[in-house]
């Protein structure tokens, strides 16, 4: 390894592009040598907009390259844990965007390949990156609200997504509520024992007719005691909604959404305030940055990262019992996943 | 009826003597003539303390005194239906606490009393004249929200009651989560369908040996599709914490707690503010007067009471049920309930 | 002096009417025998809506009346100052709303006479016993903020009065600023030693031509070395604002506007909340309330009021300072003043 | 002029390094081609940190490169006039730090040299690109305020400079509140008549003994009959206060300080939040941002600076007038000042 760590960037879409401005223009000690997708032209547009020597139409062929210390992997969930298991056979560092896969079969060989090739895995829960997320994190760590007892999270998006991508996308709880569920995980430091989730098509039927819902609430039961609620919506016409509240023995801690500025406005009929940062894009920028920057150092320092295999493979095993309890009516336990 | 609607008070604990204040100094159109309970002493101080010309150890007897137009019923909850069918027969209009009863047949039974005798009958669930809670209503009615999607609310107490008052109590969903059951009902404009609680014993391991919890979430599906989440703890150590979050099609609206005063302090560590305030004294002060000040108009103006019969029943039923779900560990429908 | 202390009311307009009610339904040990107003009618509705025993329409002839241990004096300005020698003479309690006068001299006439009477003299500065303004203060006194540097005091009204009233008010400084002057003088335990005013009619030119202004900012220099600053407005068009900010050696304390509800309102183009409380009626209710209790207790118990008539003098010669300010375009001192 | 506006960063100091860094890697079509300061070691490191291919000890020498588009001014005061002069006859553009120089004089054959050579100069006051401050602008600008009455602005520093740099600094009316000078005049929109200044020694009297004040309050008066108010200290121990308040005929807007992250604490005695962003260089990231994707955009689009050499020049013209406010103890006309 050179004295930058050289990444391949596989799947040039959205967050592909988001990670590759990141890491070409805010994080010191990485450099991409090259951005693989199978649409040839999203590479090259990457390529040519962050000036990336290299572009390739085939992900495999790029991390058999002698030149790769790394891949980041930003392509469709379907094709996560064959890259995963390629990356690992080729002993590349591997950050991976979630999910890992929607099966819990694909992850634990993508895990296995993995543990066997002894190389590094990140998984891309970037929220856990998040100066709120993180802040309310320490505060439980140090005590500072004693025992944790209730942990209510809010997760809303400004809108929902394609009913295209609604009908691939695994389901509001495999696609939309992990996240939270990698949260919950994150902030109780502790297992979900049992979920019990409600759900509704109360934003669109289109998304009904798609098979999946677009509201919902799971009450979460963990091993260490704590009770935990999660909301979701598909739309919050005020923006992204994103908060938590952690109560406990000694006290509370709550986030608040970022805005994009702090001015009021104090009118004849009422005092106004501007929408709350709009999208992911928007509120979660440091964290992707934050996330990736500690994928480095922790390759480069040799370290385990902050964001384990596990941490990728329990959320999906929650979303699954979340799914079977909307759809069989009663609490599940995860014992009964697989 | 005089000018002024003569009441007597039934009762002189703690929230007899809150009521006699506020009829006495604070509501006008009315006059305490006589206070009651079975504890003379209490009686008697009440009646020193407000000036109010009449004691009675013998409620009942109170009930049928011709120069009494209404009774306030504070005593105990196993009084309350006695007292209610008592007093319905004598025709006297009736402002009862809440609950009616502990059993659905009792309250029953004294709906029935209030129904033939055509007299007026309010239930004591005094935060629906709280002004945030007011103002959320309000909001939904007027469609600021657009529908309804999700109900949140939020209800902690400073602290535990006495262990003995735990083992009458009926428990934390009929003693304390009733309160949030009625604001559901209230808010949402809709019945409850069915409910699904999960409870644990985290503040203290007395109140799970006196048969209670002490900690639980539930989550409420509605007749109008809404879905419903309540956290209760019976111990937040900065205060009384009460709030509500209704997410709708069009928007949120959202309330915080109530502080002593608006001053924030910024030292070299922190930027602190005062504690909530701290229990139902301080924090629901104005909305004790403002529901007796509504009695006194409607009995007044021959209207129907805000907080009907039917609205001390429901949140009871809803009570059982979620006792239910809760000891069997599944959803239960309301249905179920009798 | 019986059990109550009985107290005249003298004067029953706006402010009369709103200490006859306090007095009568909120503050105990206390009870008004007498309300006189040399405008008859003004006094017997006063009389019948709160129940008072007695009306007069001769002030004077009530303050010789021996049933009378207290006078309350919420007349015109220009009779407060013969009404408190009148009643310093007969050896009654004295609380006069604010100003004692607007001549020095007529000021210096009364406290002499209070002084040789022996009698107590509270002055109605209510914003002192506000939970707000008296947090700061205290915040202040234990040193919470170190030693005080910069005072902001911001005061501004809904709307102006009427033109009638500006014209013989004594202008902003005497009649708005006063308030904000004795604020100063409370929070920071000094004196003014110097001040600097500017001033501008901006928000109707009929208060221009009626020879006062309606938008003014003051610097404050202070012989402890605080810097004070004070900005009034006649018409904030979101209502009253009234707000402090001092900053200090070690920290800084700040208030904000008290609110009607909590409630914030998340809609598709902002944040909205409802506007801070009007006026002061709703904003300072409970600190008249306190004021007037706070007279009873020292009375009953025979300690020095918390306004004195030196704090009724004071802000009157800052506003004369203030004044002269203005007019003669350039910093004033105290010392200059009489 | 190539693809990318080539750039000559003149200074290696502290804010040198921070634009340097911006310029790099996140301002879109400009190049840093050389870095020059007198300190050969500080202009190296700047080159090795940022891979800035060619570095210099003579900034006169690169102005007049001819492979340098423009000069971003950054060193010492008393040099950008000079430096100015240089860069304007070899036809440079022009983004030059505050101030321009402390003498009158030479700033005007400053803004005489660029005029002369139809350069662009665009002077560095960040702060109008902060999204809070230029909020409130745009507010101001669309009406939303209506007519503008008062604006107040507190600026406060989290710890004063070191004596060494007070002592050369020009005083805090030039070296610290002229920031806020720059800032009135940007959200009134107008000029400033008239200055009033009062300060004192409270932090430091280290300050004192070197000359300056560390503590002051200045009122404008301003062409458009807008009064202004200004409070700075040199220490806030709760770290960087930065806001403003602008009162007008039809509302208020006003900011509060930008924070690390939106959690509050709960706990048993008080309600806690992190303090506000500790100084400039975290606060003002973005500002600096902006103001220099605009200069590279208003250079390669030849469009005119967003801020410009009178605004340069303005802002020391009432640093002097606040200065001699303050020592001859009267308001000053800006029309004494030269």
Redesign the interface.
Known sequence: MGTKLRVAVLGAGRIGRLHIGHLS??IPGVVVTVVADVIAAAAEKCAADFSIPSVSNDPLRVISDPNVDAVIICSSTDTHADLIIAAAKAKKQIFCEKPIALGLDRIDAALDAVDKAGVKLQIGFNRRFD??YR??HD?IREG????L??L?I?S?DPSPPPIEYVKVSGGLFLDMMIHDFDMARYLTGSEVEEV?A???V??DPAIGKAGDID???V?L?FAN?V?G?I?N?R????GY?QRVEA?G??????????R?????????????????LNFFVERYTESYIRELTEFVECVTANRTPPVTGLDGRMPVAIGYAAKRSYEE???VALAEIR
Do not use: C, W
């Open positions: 223009q805010r100066s709120n802040r309310v505060l500072a609200i004693g025992d007892h209730i209510k809010t809303r019990y409600v759900g509704a109360r934003v509201t919902a609430a009450t039961k005691g009770i609620t909301d919506s739309k919050a016409v005020y909604d109560f023995s000694r006290g509370m801690a709550d986030t608040a959404n970022r994009p500025n702090e001015v009021r406005i104090y009118g004849g009929t009422e005092v106004k305030e501007d929408l709350p009516h009663r609490p």
